[in-house]
């Protein structure tokens, strides 16, 4: 099947400070990319869709300016949680499709900030 | 609006025990996909099965069946003879209407399965 990469796996960042996450897909070209945001013991719930060339479209609810996502190419996504906070810790997870098929998830990254 | 509801929170079972996942989704759309995840205590999603609202077909992969029923608006997935590794938290979701990009997903809240020695 098609492979999603993520990095890095986990983070421990300071508060106040910007943590960024990649999502890759490996074997096949993606225009459009999710990202999911799941916190302890909870379901992932979608946080944006990452457009190749042109805006993130945000789900209600989420900060776009807190979360910035850029995808520059048909193969990369990222995340970059900007001053970021303990309430930001979670676990946050990307996706990509090659069209018509199933999701295919990154391994996920575990951000913890102190 | 679209909804995926899974009832039961935790299910423990022994052993060998067959064990069904109950998943109940809501959509006005005709045409939709579902799907269940694993998801291990390492937090990648690993996919099971994909579904459109169109197959009504029960499927079985070695150990895994599912249920598609389009009258009640479930899909359930029971493991036969589990074992201890079948020991996940499993979800069920729902694809948003689209152009057929089925990446963006609705899932149910999760069902803890822990099976025991």
């Known amino acids: 099947g098609a492979v999603v990469s993520q990095h890095p796996s986990w983070v421990i960042c300071k508060s106040g400070t910007s943590v960024k996450i990649e999502c890759r897909s490996l074997?096949?070209?993606?225009?459009?990319m999710f990202w999911y945001r799941q916190f302890p013991k909870q379901s992932l719930m979608l946080m944006a869709t990452s457009n190749e060339g042109s805006k993130a479209t945000y789900e209600q609810g989420v900060e776009k300016d807190k979360f910035l996502i850029n995808h520059a190419s048909l193969t990369l996504s990222t995340l970059t949680v900007t001053s970021a906070h303990p309430e930001d810790s979670s676990f946050y997870i990307c996706?990509?499709?090659?069209?018509?098929?199933?999701?295919?998830f990154g391994q996920g990254t575990r951000l913890t900030v102190v | 609006a679209q909804k995926v509801t899974q009832a039961q929170t935790e299910i423990s079972v022994v052993e060998k025990e067959d064990v069904t996942l109950d998943c109940v989704y809501e959509t006005r759309d005709t045409t939709y996909y579902l799907f269940w995840y694993k998801q291990p205590p390492s937090g990648e999603l690993v996919f099971l099965i994909r579904?459109?609202?169109?197959?009504?077909q029960n499927e079985i992969s070695g150990r895994y069946s599912w249920n598609f029923q389009k009258s009640t608006s479930s899909f359930n997935f029971t493991i036969t003879a589990s074992q201890v590794v079948d020991s996940a938290v499993y979800f069920c979701a729902l694809s948003v209407h689209g152009s057929g990009n089925t990446g963006k997903l609705i899932f149910g809240q999760g069902t803890t399965l822990q099976v025991k020695p």
């Open positions: 074997d096949f070209q993606a225009t459009t």
């Open positions: 579904r459109n609202s169109f197959d009504e």
């Open positions: 996706s990509a499709s090659p069209l018509r098929t199933e999701a295919f």
